[in-house]
């Protein structure tokens, strides 16, 4: 992703900033409809994953649905140019005033998680004199292997209905005149690169089917949700998901019948290796126990690490690409050779505030340019301005 030109480039520009290279998030999107094209499925970019305007422009070029998580998400999308038949509107605790914003849009479906929000979406769908199409969001049971701080799809998390409410689900469907039930959604997890764990969501997507056809309702839509992983580990070598063994494992594992569409909610395998959060090496201090790497960049600019034990590769992108350019061919003066360790920090006023501990680097300097790799998604949404700090800058490949 990066090389002496664009690091060159960077040393001009003022320091934190994310980095978007849009060719790769273009490749990225191809691969995943040609994939999901292959077997007439449906694809929503989750948005709450990155909701840059350049960012959402050019995922909204490729004909993809919206996957909303907040009433301004919703209007964003639909401001955004997401045709609002794209449209689905998912979480837990969605207020009034968020369903009516849905209702006005027209959108697609509501993601619905609980009983008590059917009657008040059919109380508001009512007052407006509209149907409003809902898919019923189910807690499938299904553990995601993946961090327990970012499963969903467990009896103990707080997302979805639990299968033992489907008899009470059932009757208050059947009781409210201005809902439309139109399928059933499932979400139970985020960067799951097991895919056996969505052989066996595949498996209760088909016995859940099963039982509200039995109990006489028409299943149109089955939707799988996202949470689809990256490799954070290698962002060069692996840049683009497999989408194709993603989507296959649900072709050849979901019963799909005539005329049903599979839709799948995809977010951070979409946006995450196409961005990098580019700080600089404010101070070095060297001590008896640790060294550390103080970075102009913190939690307020990419909080993962910190929230959620998340892994992210770091590189010296000034000693890996610019300095072995002003050096002379003999190896033994490459700064590169000899690694230290360091724990890369940011600035801010929290002991939390750590990208890493213990990052194997080339010797490194004031002023030196750190990427965070893999920064597309879940990172420049989550930005605060905690300290006061300036709101983070965006950087774009063209
Ligand atoms: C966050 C979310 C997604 C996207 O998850 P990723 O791990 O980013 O793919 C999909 N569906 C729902 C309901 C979500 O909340």
Known sequence: MFGPE???RFQGIETPFYYYNLGLLSQTLQACKTAADKYGFHVHYAMKANFNPKVLATIQSFGLGADCVSGNEVSAAIAGGFKKQQVVFAGVGK??????????????????????????????????NKMARVAIRINPNVDA??????????????FGINSWQLNEVAETLRNCSNIQFIGIHFHIGSQITDLAVYKSLCIRINEMQTWFEDHGFQVKV???GGGLGVDYHHPDA????????????FKDFLKVKPGQEVHFELGRALVAQSASLISRVLYVKYGQKKNFLVLDAGMTELIRPMLYQAYMKIQNLT????????????????????????????????????FQKDVALPESFRGDLIAVRTAGAYGEVMASRYNLRDAVASVYSE
């Open 6 to 8: 664009t690091v060159t």
């Open 319 to 354: 000693q890996d690409f610019i300095a072995p350019l002003s050096q002379t061919n003999d190896p033994s003066l490459k700064a590169q050779d000899s690694k230290l360790k360091y724990d890369v920090v940011g600035p801010i006023c929290e002991s939390t505030d750590c």
């Open 238 to 249: 692996h840049p683009i998901p497999d989408f194709e063994g993603y989507f296959k494992v």
């Open 95 to 128: 207020t009034d005033k968020e369903i009516n914003i849905a209702l006005d849009a027209d959108i697609f479906s509501f993601n619905v998680e609980s009983v008590q929000e059917l009657q008040v979406i059919n109380e508001l769908a009512k007052a407006k």
């Open 222 to 224: 089955l939707n799988a």
């Open 145 to 158: 292997h993946t961090h327990h701080f970012i499963t969903t799809g467990l009896d103990e998390n707080k």
